[in-house]
């Protein structure tokens, strides 16, 4: 993916493999796209001709970024594994994935081929809007459905925790384990692993979670359908984890739709998953937002520290101290909040009782 | 050593440069991202490169003197420890990387110190000092120094 001018004819070769039943395949165009923050992607226009007829379409190339230039290392074949299953599943609306290219042999790295999405993404729609209409409902839903999917609808390639207790304890050490192996000792880290330890929600059942759900995530075809992409760190988890990643998200890079209105939103998504008001509210989704982080962060983190020792370089890479810091500022400040609430709430408790 | 001008200077001027000599003449979009990119990364510098040795050296007094109290008030062994690490290992000079080696060492001892509150009801007050440390000092020049940073090219 990485050498544009030999890749029309890789790209070509790659298909007609997958495609005995087309005579002639051409990749007309092939470019790089803006916006694959994590990975490589590309467009590629692909003309089909069978007995004269010819048709055209455009797909995306989804592939690791070359070595030494990832913002966070993740597993294509993973992502691949997730994206089938969910293409089995047909209740989440995701560009079909065609192709998977495992060893890199053909497109000169692990890469997934995929339907394009003529639309933009939901992020570019929203940015130029002063009123969000009806998207932060269709967000919430779209985020409901993808928490209906229970463990044993996914693959033994995912991870499956044994227990709700035993995937927190393990999101929590990730924060630990990050801050431990990281070349910087991180005071901020230290104290957010141990206010989380001390301060668990109430349990909800596991479920599919996307990893990184956020606007820019949320494609819109034509017609004007959401379509989810981008689902390299799903995994199996507490659903809330994916509410916080999108309230920190879209307070790093708005706008927010959960912020517009939290209640309705939470109204929304818990009639959705049919998840009580116990378990989903404002203030379990202010400890999942900053929970959930470190799935991201950590990664981040790591290549930063690669940065440090020599072992990474890169723009978008270099960029990710802003992300470290604006998670610092922004998870202190949401703890203080969150322990004020709830000394209130024992406060009120102790008068009452 | 010519001093003047000084480091931030030069690095706006590169920013200058970048902004109204070579991005109007780039038009893939994948540079165009690279290049604001680059713009903000070079404004970080700037605000960082003319603070963070005097910085750290604030810091660093104020860490040591934090986690010396959580000692006297719990007897945490572990901050202890951290304590003599960071003061029987530092380079104590104004040298970049020695300002950095020394100023993780001590952060080690602040998380120490910090735990060992949490873990005891009874110093709610120092536990407080403890965060308004992240909250205040840290927390706020990292804030300053994150500058005109946004996720570029998301999207």
């Known amino acids: 993916m990485h050498e544009i001018d030999l890749m029309p004819a890789r790209l070509a070769a790659f298909l007609q493999q997958h495609r005995d039943d087309v005579e002639l395949i051409e990749v007309t165009d092939y470019e790089p796209m803006a916006g694959g ?252 937002t900053i929970l959930a982080s470190m799935k991201i962060l950590g990664p981040i983190n790591a290549q930063l520290d690669k940065f440090a020792l020599g072992e990474n370089s890169g723009a978008t890479t270099a960029l990710q101290v802003g992300s470290i810091s604006f998670g610092h500022d922004n998870f202190i400040n949401a703890i203080n909040g969150m322990q004020a609430a709830i000394d209130a709430m024992a406060q009120a408790q102790g008068a009452t009782s | 050593m010519i001093v003047l001008p000084t480091t931030p200077q030069l690095l706006r001027d590169v920013r200058n440069e970048l902004t109204h000599t070579v991005a109007p003449e780039v038009h893939g979009a994948v540079a165009r991202v690279a290049l604001e990119q680059i713009d903000i990364i070079l404004e970080q510098c700037a605000v960082r490169c003319a603070d963070e040795i005097a910085w750290m050296a604030e810091e660093l007094t104020e860490m040591l003197a934090y986690a010396d109290d959580v000692v006297e008030a719990t007897g945490d062994e572990a901050t202890a420890a951290a304590l003599v690490a960071a003061r029987d290992n530092a380079a104590g000079t104004l040298h970049l990387d020695d300002m950095a080696h020394d100023y993780t060492l001590t952060s080690e001892a602040l998380s120490c110190a910090i735990e060992a509150c949490m873990a005891d009801p009874d110093q709610s007050d120092l536990l407080r000092r403890g965060v308004e440390i992240l909250r205040l000092r840290r927390g706020e020049r990292e804030t300053v120094v994150r500058a005109n940073w946004r996720l570029v090219g998301r999207g």
């Open chain 1, 37 to 288: 923050y994590s990975r490589s992607m590309a467009k590629a226009r692909v003309r089909y001709t069978t007995d004269g007829v010819t048709l055209e379409e455009s797909l995306v190339l989804r592939g690791d970024p070359p070595p030494g230039h990832a913002l966070v290392d993740t597993d294509r074949a993973h992502e691949w594994a997730v994206l089938r299953t969910l293409t089995e599943l047909g209740v989440i609306p995701i560009p079909q994935a065609r192709y998977y290219d495992a060893t890199g042999e053909h497109l000169g790295t692990k890469a997934i081929v995929m339907d394009h999405v003529t639309g933009g993404s939901l992020q570019s729609l929203i940015e130029e809007m002063s009123d969000y209409g009806d998207h932060p409902t269709r967000l919430a839903e779209l985020w409901g459905q993808i928490h209906c999917i229970t463990p044993d609808q996914l693959p033994d390639a995912m991870a499956h925790p044994s227990s709700w207790e035993a995937r927190i304890d393990d999101l929590i050490q990730s924060w630990r384990d990050a801050e431990r192996s990281s070349v910087n000792s991180d005071p901020t880290w230290r104290y957010i692993a141990a206010w989380l330890a001390a301060n668990k929600p109430p349990p909800l059942p596991l479920r599919l979670t996307h990893g990184d759900p956020q606007a820019p995530n949320v494609m819109i075809d034509h017609e004007g359908n959401y379509l989810v992409v981008d689902w390299e760190f799903a995994a199996i988890g507490d659903p809330r984890e994916d509410l916080g990643w999108y309230n920190i998200y879209s307070t790093a890079a708005g706008p927010n739709l959960y912020e517009a209105d939290p209640e309705a939103f939470l109204a929304t998504y818990r009639a959705v998953t049919g998840f009580g008001e116990v378990e989903v509210n404002q203030l379990t989704v202010g400890y999942f």
